[in-house]
């Protein structure tokens, strides 16, 4: 059974900086597409950024200058590396993955970060 686990996430002042690590377990082969979503109170789920494999990153285009994201294939974790954080990126990030060819979302439970003073 595919189980991710977020950790990380936190309080944190605007301007700050919070790195948030997802560790996969039971999936055999390493998961071929890693990624992070979040979810703000009161908005829908939206994704963040993605990483294959063979380590192709995407973002979303407001997020791209000021988050990171990484993943370590042999020991299957995909991390987000968070800077120049405001209070709007308040949420709760949710880690996911899929196997190569298929339409199967792998989900945690997330973890929130919160950005105050």
């Known amino acids: 059974q595919v189980q991710l686990v977020e950790s990380g996430g936190g309080l944190v002042q605007p301007g700050g900086s919070l790195r948030l690590s997802c560790a996969a377990s039971?999936?055999?082969?390493?998961?071929?597409?890693m990624g992070w979503y979040r979810q703000a109170p009161g908005k829908e789920r939206e994704w963040v950024a993605s990483i294959t494999l063979g380590g192709i990153t995407s973002y979303v285009g407001s997020l791209k200058d000021r988050f990171t994201i990484s993943r370590d294939n042999a020991e299957n974790t995909v991390d987000l590396q968070m800077n120049s954080l405001k209070p709007e990126d308040t949420a709760v990030y949710y880690c996911t993955g899929r196997r190569y060819a298929s339409d199967v979302n792998y989900w945690g439970k997330g973890t929130l970060v919160t950005v105050s003073s």
């Open positions: 039971g999936t055999g082969n390493s998961l071929y597409l």
